[in-house]
């Protein structure tokens, strides 16, 4: 059966689960579900669905499974690492953006339950409303990614510093199984009997069970809700950024901050052209300022605000920075996606976001250094962004970012973000979101019987391989 012919049927039949106007397998709706944020390509997929529950997700599961027709969720589609670009043909592309709401918001367990396609923007202004913040609050692509993709991708971002990425936030899943079954982790294992909607702990009975969908890209099941941490909005708030004239001194300060988890958010701007892409004046009003640390404190009232922001300054002191305002670190915190989705005015983004320990900072940019003066980056017309922000305890999401505004240094550019990727594996770090961005860095170097129990885990979970496959390399 050709697949114009399978369409046809398989739009009728998906058609009769979500409703006609939920399916499409229109071109140019199948070439946009062809891309995501990142330069990679792939195939089209078959066909699209809008699901807008769990019940819904379960019965196209059952249909895919029975006929061994491969599927890949999708939520906003804003990764930047090639995770939803489908790899074999024939994909039914189910986009869960429909499932935006939030069932429950329980003050007593201080939880907030969600379908899974809803926005992080969405849910902090809703939240917000209602008097509360989220922990996490999302990637810098959060108007556009969804609570279950970054759940999928091991998000990091907003808030990371105090509470850990976006799977160190929730306290329990529901996921539908390849062959549509249902299931909740967390203290939700039991046969529905509790007045608690979500799960109100992650860690209980049995083994940990969200923790093997966390991270997944999507490739084991997929998330229909999710319960999240909240907590109350703060009502003391501080803002500062500090001037360093080397890079070691600040990353010992940045060291001191996390380790004292004295900050919700702490940034780091890693060299000069850094500063000058996204706070120059501090440049041209300063001497000698070669990184700055921008550190965000959100406190239940005023005074421990300031007393954290004091003890701050205090530990910049000790390793040489000082307090230079705090521009950037409101315009980080205030603006939060907006300031990072206006990059790319400066071309396209080719990025390398990865985790590492905060120690390892000098080393990864004097490296990068050294690749952007053998390859004239400059003086080829690219820029660039190293940034690292505080996650959870003492490591550390680094970001280095080149812009490509002339197409026609494609090929260099290929070449140096190549090179860096294998640079920053080297020197200790991880990537977090793999997909094609990351893969082939990530599998040359995977022990082998991490990666056969990882095989035997997809195996059972996906018998048929009909979820994401050839994700991770499966
Ligand atoms: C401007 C910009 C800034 C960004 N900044 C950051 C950042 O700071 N930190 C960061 O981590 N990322 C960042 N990203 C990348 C992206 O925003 C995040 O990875 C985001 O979490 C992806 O969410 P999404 O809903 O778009 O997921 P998608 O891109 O749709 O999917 C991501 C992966 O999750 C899977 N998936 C999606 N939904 C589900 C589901 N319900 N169940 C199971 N699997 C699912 C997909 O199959 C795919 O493998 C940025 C992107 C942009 C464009």
Redesign the pocket.
């Given at each position: 059966m050709t697949i114009v012919e399978l369409n046809g049927k398989l739009g009728l039949e998906l058609g009769k689960i979500v409703g006609e106007k939920n399916v499409s397998s229109e071109r140019f709706v199948l070439i946009s579900y062809s891309e995501?944020?990142s330069p990679f390509e792939g195939n089209l997929p078959q066909i699209v669905v809008r699901p807008n529950n769990a019940h819904e997700v379960s019965r196209i599961m059952e249909f895919a499974y029975e006929r061994d027709i491969p599927v890949?969720?999708?939520?906003?589609?804003?990764?930047?690492?090639g995770?939803?670009i489908p790899r074999v043909s024939g994909i039914i592309m189910?986009d869960?953006?429909r499932?935006r709401d939030i069932i429950e918001i329980n003050e007593d367990i201080m939880t907030v339950t969600v379908q899974?396609?809803i926005?992080?923007s969405e849910l902090i202004h809703r939240l917000k409303e209602k008097g509360y913040k989220l922990g996490f609050r999302?990637?810098?692509?959060?108007?556009?990614?969804?609570?279950?993709?970054?759940?999928?991708?091991?998000?990091?971002?907003?808030g990371a510093s105090s509470h850990g990425?976006?799977c160190d936030n929730i306290t329990g899943l529901e996921?539908v199984l390849s062959t549509g079954e249902i299931i909740n982790t967390g203290s939700n294992w039991r046969i529905k009997t509790s007045k608690f909607e979500g799960s109100y702990a992650r860690y209980c009975t049995f083994n940990d069970m969200s923790g093997i969908?966390l991270g997944?890209?999507?490739?084991l099941?997929?998330?229909?809700k999710a319960t999240l941490k909240i907590f109350p909005l703060p009502k003391g708030e501080a803002y500062s950024d500090f001037g360093f004239s080397s890079i070691e001194q600040a990353v010992k300060a940045f060291h001191e901050i996390q380790s004292n988890h004295l900050v919700e958010e702490a940034v780091m701007l890693g060299d000069t052209n850094s500063i000058d892409l996204l706070a120059s004046s501090y440049r041209s009003t300063f001497k000698n300022i070669e990184c700055i640390l921008a550190v965000i404190i959100e406190e239940p009232n005023e005074e421990i605000a300031q007393q954290k922001k004091e003890m701050c300054e205090k530990i910049v002191r000790k390793y040489g920075g000082k307090s230079i305002g705090m521009f950037l670190s409101k315009a980080h915190w205030l603006n939060m996606?907006n300031l990072?989705?206006s990059?790319?005015e400066e071309g396209f983004?080719y990025n390398t976001?990865h985790i590492r320990p905060i120690s390892t900072l000098p080393q990864l940019i004097e490296g990068f250094h050294h690749l952007a003066n053998k390859y004239e980056l400059k003086k080829n017309g690219f820029n660039w962004i190293i940034s690292a922000?505080g996650v959870d305890h003492c490591f550390t999401?680094g970001?280095i970012t080149i812009f490509m505004k002339d197409r026609s240094n494609k090929e260099i550019t290929y070449e140096v973000w190549d090179e860096l990727r294998e640079l920053e594996m080297e020197l200790d770090g991880v990537p977090?979101?793999t997909?094609k961005l990351w893969e082939p860095y990530a599998l040359k170097r995977v022990n082998p019987s991490f990666y056969k129990t990882l095989k035997q885990l997809k195996k059972t979970l996906d018998p048929k391989n009909i979820?994401?496959p050839l994700?991770f390399g499966l």
């Open positions: 995501d944020a890949i969720p999708v939520g906003g589609r804003s990764s930047i690492n995770s939803t189910i869960m953006t499932m899974s396609g926005t992080w999302g990637p810098y692509g959060g108007n556009a990614g969804t609570i279950g993709g970054s759940l999928s991708a091991n998000s990091i971002g907003c990425g976006a996921v969908f997944d890209h999507g490739s099941g997929i998330k229909t996606f990072v989705q990059l790319f983004w976001c922000l999401s970001w977090y979101w997909g979820i994401n994700t």
